[in-house]
């Protein structure tokens, strides 16, 4: 079993930023990779960026290219997502997750494990 707990969330101004962290405990976490994803009120749930187990690979949504950034600490088991520029339209809960694989991937479906999210607010 392997436990998610997402911190960093609230209310921000358009241009702003908010550095979001996920701490796991209950399995190893350096050999596996993580990512985050982000569900706005009445839309899917949406790939936000993923992170491999060394840290060496990332990918993002090209709606946050070049404004967010996927991190983590293999000594403290957290991931962080540090969002800059936000924009009323990165209002949503957000989500961090674990799968049992070593390298990045895009596909919710490939995560095995989720956090309860946390809430991020842009106001405009």
């Known amino acids: 079993q392997v436990q998610l707990v997402e911190s960093g969330g609230g209310l921000v101004q358009a241009g702003g930023s908010l550095r979001l962290s996920c701490a796991v405990s209950?399995?190893?976490?350096?050999?596996?990779?993580m990512g985050w994803f982000r569900q706005a009120p009445g839309k899917e749930r949406e790939f936000v960026a993923s992170?491999?187990?060394?840290?060496?690979?990332?990918l993002y949504a090209d709606s946050v290219k070049g404004r967010f950034t996927i991190s983590r600490d293999n000594a403290k088991n957290t991931v962080y997502l540090q969002m800059n520029s936000l924009k009323p339209e990165d209002t949503a809960v957000y989500y961090c997750?674990?799968?049992?694989?070593?390298?990045?991937?895009?596909?919710?479906?490939?995560?095995?494990?989720w956090g309860q999210g946390t809430h991020v607010t842009v106001s405009s």
């Open positions: 209950g399995r190893t976490f350096s050999g596996y990779a």
């Open positions: 997750a674990w799968r049992r694989a070593s390298y990045a991937n895009t596909a919710p479906r490939e995560y095995d494990y």
């Open positions: 992170i491999s187990w060394s840290g060496g690979r990332t």
